[in-house]
């Protein structure tokens, strides 16, 4: 099994920065991929960033440019830095592993294994 806590959620004013962390322990390795998601209220969960065992990154469009992915896999944690926050990014975001790893990137809930239990992030106008 494989643990996902993430953190760094919080209220931010409109065009603001916020840093999500995602800590993985447990069974995790190197080669999963790691990937970042978003609900608002009363939405379907949405599809924000991954980066894959092979440091491949995907963005979904609407967080393009504004939206960096990374890890640090000595610390097996993945980062969210979030810029130019509008208040449409307002959600609960999670954090996921997929163990199939290498080279997939994965968009879709389906494609991931194991997931955190979220962190709210809302953004004021």
């Known amino acids: 099994q494989v643990q996902l806590v993430e953190s760094g959620g919080g209220l931010v004013q409109a065009g603001g920065s916020l840093k999500l962390s995602c800590g993985a322990s447990?069974?995790?390795?190197?080669?999963?991929?790691m990937g970042w998601f978003r609900q608002a209220p009363g939405k379907e969960r949405e599809f924000v960033a991954a980066?894959?065992?092979?440091?491949?990154?995907l963005y979904a469009d609407s967080v393009k440019g504004r939206f960096t992915i990374s890890k640090d896999n000595a610390k097996t944690t993945v980062y969210l830095q979030m810029n130019s926050l509008k208040p449409e990014d307002t959600a609960v975001y999670f954090c996921?592993?997929?163990?199939?790893?290498?080279?997939?990137?994965?968009?879709?809930?389906?494609?991931?294994?194991?997931w955190g239990q979220g962190t709210q992030v809302t953004v004021s106008s």
């Open positions: 996921a592993a997929d163990r199939s790893g290498g080279y997939s990137l994965g968009f879709r809930r389906r494609d991931y294994d194991y």
């Open positions: 447990g069974r995790t390795s190197r080669r999963y991929t």
């Open positions: 980066i894959s065992g092979s440091d491949r990154i």
